[in-house]
Nanobody, 124 residues
Framework: QVQLAESGGGLVQAGGSLRLSCTGS????????MGWFRQASGKDRGTVAV????????YYTDSVKGRFTISRDKSKNTMYLQMASLEPGNTAVYYC?????????????????WGQGTAVTVSS
């Protein structure tokens, strides 16, 4: 079992920045592939970024490449999503998740444990 808790969401103007944090605890947190996902109102949950357990494999959805950075600090059991140049279209609830699988995956269905989400609102 892995417990996850996101923080760092809020209201920001377009062009601004936010850093989301995901703190985890529980079984072998440091050896899990981790990801950030988001769900806007009326839309399906989609993948934002994924980082492998050792940090060697990183995936970004095309729309955030060059603006968002995913990272993890195993010593703190924490994963981060640094978001820059935010746009109104980035408004969503952001979730972190951990995978039980050893195979690297980027799809939401490949992730087993989820946090409660943190809301990000970008105003124009």
């Amino acid at each position: 079992q892995v417990q996850l808790a996101e923080s760092g969401g809020g209201l920001v103007q377009a062009g601004g920045s936010l850093r989301l944090s995901c703190t985890g605890s529980g079984r072998a947190f440091g050896s899990r592939h981790m990801g950030w996902f988001r769900q806007a109102s009326g839309k399906d949950r989609g993948t934002v970024a994924v980082i492998s357990w050792n940090g060697e494999n990183i995936y970004y959805t095309d729309s955030v490449k060059g603006r968002f950075t995913i990272s993890r600090d195993k010593s703190k059991n924490t994963m981060y999503l640094q978001m820059a140049s935010l746009e109104p279209g980035n408004t969503a609830v952001y979730y972190c998740a951990a995978s039980v699988a050893t195979r690297y995956t980027t799809a939401p269905g490949g992730f087993t444990w989820w946090g409660q989400g943190t809301a990000v609102t970008v105003s124009s």
